[in-house]
């Protein structure tokens, strides 16, 4: 039997062993989900305007009471008319008026003249508004009674055609709703073709006339 001596040199040699130690792995990469940015929307927006404090409807009735004077005339009465107004600064009137009293010859008068008048507003962003006026028109009259030129009765038909021009102030109350005051001079000629004048002053006689209107009124305006 071979006995052998154990190596006592073992254990000690795995101690003092170097040992390998390895470096942990590197982490793995990180993902970043980038979202692309958003684009920006422009709107197109439309400048504001400013908002009048008595804004306009673009269409209204006009009503009126009125007077008109002429050489040795003097009737009253009154009218309407229909109002188209596209802007603040223009208006256009349609309209008619009905008007009695004595003529030139002393006769009982009645007339109803028609006319169209483009009416200018010169300061529109105001509550007082001044405006003129620039019209043409026509009208139907008839007069009856004793002619103080002739000292005889006396029966006529009258049909005119003319123009006229003024100046006038509206007072625009509220939104819907002004009162109007204006002057008016007029100038028109008789087309009628009766062959007797209309003015006769001696031997003198003419179908050519004029004279002022006046009106107060009021004006209802629709829509916004």
């Keep these: 039997v071979v006995l052998t001596q154990p190596d006592v040199r073992a254990p000690l040699r795995r101690l003092l062993a170097p040992v390998v130690v390895q470096p942990a792995p590197p982490p793995p990469p990180q993902v970043v989900h980038v979202q692309p940015a958003p684009q920006p929307t422009y709107v197109q927006q439309r400048p504001q305007r400013p908002r009048s404090r008595y804004p306009y409807s ?25 109002r188209i107004r596209p802007n603040p600064h223009f208006a256009i009137d349609i ?9 030139y010859n002393g006769l009982d008068r009645v ?8 009416i200018f507003f ?12 620039l019209g043409v028109g026509g009208s139907f009259g008839h007069a009856e009674g004793f002619n103080i030129r002739t000292g005889q009765l006396d029966d006529r038909d009258y049909a005119h055609l003319g123009g006229e021009a003024g100046l006038g102030v509206e007072w625009r109350i509220g939104r819907h709703f002004a009162l109007n005051l204006d002057v008016r001079g ?16 001696g031997s003198r006689t003419t179908d050519t006339s004029g004279g002022v209107i006046g009106q107060a009124g009021m004006t209802f305006y629709f829509g916004r």
Excluded: C, K, S, W
């Design 95 to 103: 309209g008619g008026a009905i008007y009695g009293g004595n003529d």
């Design 186 to 201: 007029f100038i028109r000629q008789r087309v009628d073709g009766n062959p007797e004048p209309e003015f006769r002053e």
């Design 111 to 118: 007339e109803l003249p028609m006319t169209v008048d483009a």
């Design 58 to 82: 673009q269409t209204g009735l006009h009503l009126h009471l009125g007077g008109l004077f002429g050489d040795e005339l003097a009737m009253g009465g009154g009218g309407a008319a229909f």
């Design 122 to 133: 010169f300061n529109p962003q105001h509550r007082f508004q001044f405006y003129g006026l």
